[in-house]
């Protein structure tokens, strides 16, 4: 028999965390999340993103042990925003057991029909910036420390219950190896000069963080028109500059600015922390922040986390300035791999902009939804 209990002091929230490193510990492409940064993730006190949310976190138990857990949110914001009744269901694991997975989704959804909602809908986090969607391929590629780690069952599980896929992601990878430079620096040039653009390179953090507000509004508007967008609050901007930027190798953030001085595109990129995340094993010390302080300062890979350009430039070649740039610390870093995170498959326009470095789907996931 399941019995499902919902997460109430500080103990069973770290059970909740901690049932992830017992159902991966053996698996060689889950990367674990800091403990510590996913106990602030549910901190009223400290995560923004909670402000405007209802959250309830679920365990699922099985002879008295944990076999299962999920996170039932309403984003208040996406609600009025976009008119969608939705609860979002993220944070979900669980062993291989149907009864389980209903179980917990059956909490998710009474959660909802309590909050006047008409759907559920995950895997999902509380915003954009969040990790989403379950692994439908790519079940043996490793994970990135921006997005979760699924088993095949997942997908079998959610299917099996009646749900329907509601929106497709793909993750792609390329080699630094294999890019020939001529053709995006003859452009950049070009670009740089009919548009009178200039690019800020930074070597500090903290001169960055005067432009951030500017790199959302850009964010904002290059997302604006995707039907599941929910505009970046400036809580959760905030948010992003106390907790991020310092984290960000700050040469691995570019802007673009116009004549005028306005930005008109920008690229965050982060080093790749997967296996140093693997090693400090969910905890900063003792050796964990060694770990992280080492890829931050000597990885061969390269995450592009962030990227926004404004509609009217879509077109015009600036991407062709940012490669130009990011070509240049890549190469005095000895970068080898460049890995894309989530993107939606509808989001033909982001596509277009890696077309010349040869991607390769390495991984898709999906959400799925369920009428309530």
Same mark, same amino acid.
């Given at each position: 028999?399941?019995t499902?209990?919902e997460?109430?002091n500080k103990k069973? &929230?770290?059970?909740?965390? &901690?049932?992830?490193?017992?159902?991966?510990k053996d698996?060689?492409?889950?990367?674990?999340?800091?403990?510590?940064?996913e106990?602030?993730?549910f901190?009223?006190?400290?995560? $923004?993103?909670?402000?405007?949310?209802?959250?309830?976190?679920?365990l699922?138990?099985?002879?008295n042990?944990?076999?299962?857990?999920?996170a039932?949110?309403?984003?208040?914001?996406?609600?009025?925003?976009?008119?969608?009744?939705k609860?979002?269901?993220?944070?979900?694991?669980v062993i291989?057991?149907?009864?389980?997975?209903?179980?917990?989704?059956?909490?998710?959804?009474?959660?909802? %029909?309590?909050? *006047?909602?008409?759907?559920?809908? *995950? $895997?999902?986090?509380?915003?954009?910036?969040?990790k989403?969607?379950?692994?439908?391929?790519?079940?043996?590629?490793?994970?990135?420390?921006?997005?979760w780690?699924?088993?095949?069952y997942y997908?079998?599980?959610f299917?099996?219950?009646?749900?329907? %896929?509601?929106?497709?992601?793909?993750?792609?990878?390329?080699?630094?190896?294999?890019?020939d430079?001529?053709g995006f620096?003859? +452009?950049?040039?070009?670009?740089?000069?009919r548009?009178?653009?200039?690019?800020?390179?930074?070597?500090?953090?903290?001169?960055?963080?005067?432009?951030?507000?500017?790199?959302?509004?850009?964010?904002?508007?290059?997302?604006? %028109?995707?039907?599941?967008y929910?505009t970046?609050?400036?809580?959760?901007i905030?948010?992003?500059?106390?907790?991020?930027?310092?984290?960000?190798?700050?040469?691995?953030i570019?802007?673009?600015?116009?004549?005028?001085?306005?930005m008109?595109?920008?690229?965050?990129?982060?080093?790749g922390?997967?296996?140093?995340?693997?090693?400090?094993? *969910?905890?900063?010390?003792?050796?964990?922040?060694?770990?992280?302080?080492?890829?931050?300062?000597h990885?061969?890979?390269?995450?592009?986390?962030l990227?926004?350009?404004? $509609?009217?430039?879509?077109?015009?070649?600036?991407? +062709?300035?940012?490669?130009?740039?990011?070509y240049?610390v890549?190469?005095?870093?000895?970068?080898?791999?460049?890995?894309?995170?989530?993107?939606?498959?509808?989001?033909? +326009?982001?596509h277009? &902009?890696?077309?010349?470095?040869?991607?390769r789907i390495?991984?898709?996931r999906?959400?799925?939804?369920?009428?309530i």
């Amino acid at each position: 028999m399941v019995t499902i209990k919902e997460v109430t002091n500080k103990k069973e &929230l770290k059970d909740f965390i &901690l049932f992830s490193f017992e159902l991966f510990k053996d698996n060689p492409y889950w990367v674990p999340p800091l403990i510590s940064e996913e106990m602030e993730t549910f901190d009223k006190e400290k995560n $923004p993103n909670l402000e405007n949310c209802d959250l309830k976190l679920f365990l699922a138990y099985k002879n008295n042990k944990i076999v299962g857990k999920v996170a039932a949110i309403v984003n208040w914001d996406e609600v009025n925003e976009l008119g969608k009744k939705k609860t979002r269901f993220g944070w979900f694991d669980v062993i291989d057991d149907l009864d389980v997975t209903k179980a917990l989704l059956d909490k998710v959804t009474e959660f909802g %029909k309590e909050k *006047g909602m008409d759907h559920i809908e *995950g $895997p999902l986090g509380f915003s954009n910036l969040d990790k989403v969607g379950v692994l439908s391929e790519g079940f043996n590629e490793i994970s990135t420390m921006i997005s979760w780690y699924s088993l095949p069952y997942y997908v079998e599980h959610f299917e099996k219950l009646g749900m329907n %896929k509601e929106k497709e992601y793909i993750e792609s990878i390329f080699s630094m190896l294999d890019v020939d430079p001529k053709g995006f620096m003859r +452009a950049s040039k070009m670009i740089k000069e009919r548009y009178k653009l200039k690019v800020m390179n930074f070597d500090n953090s903290a001169d960055i963080i005067p432009y951030v507000d500017e790199m959302f509004a850009v964010f904002n508007t290059t997302y604006e %028109k995707l039907q599941s967008y929910v505009t970046i609050t400036p809580q959760q901007i905030e948010y992003v500059k106390r907790k991020h930027i310092s984290f960000i190798n700050p040469e691995y953030i570019k802007f673009i600015m116009d004549e005028h001085n306005n930005m008109i595109a920008f690229t965050i990129v982060m080093p790749g922390f997967a296996e140093a995340l693997q090693k400090a094993k *969910g905890k900063l010390f003792p050796f964990g922040w060694w770990h992280l302080l080492q890829a931050k300062k000597h990885s061969k890979e390269a995450v592009f986390y962030l990227i926004g350009v404004l $509609p009217e430039y879509q077109k015009k070649g600036v991407t +062709a300035v940012i490669f130009e740039e990011y070509y240049k610390v890549f190469k005095a870093k000895n970068i080898r791999t460049c890995v894309r995170t989530p993107e939606l498959e509808e989001n033909h +326009a982001m596509h277009n &902009l890696w077309k010349n470095f040869n991607p390769r789907i390495h991984k898709r996931r999906r959400t799925y939804k369920k009428d309530i």
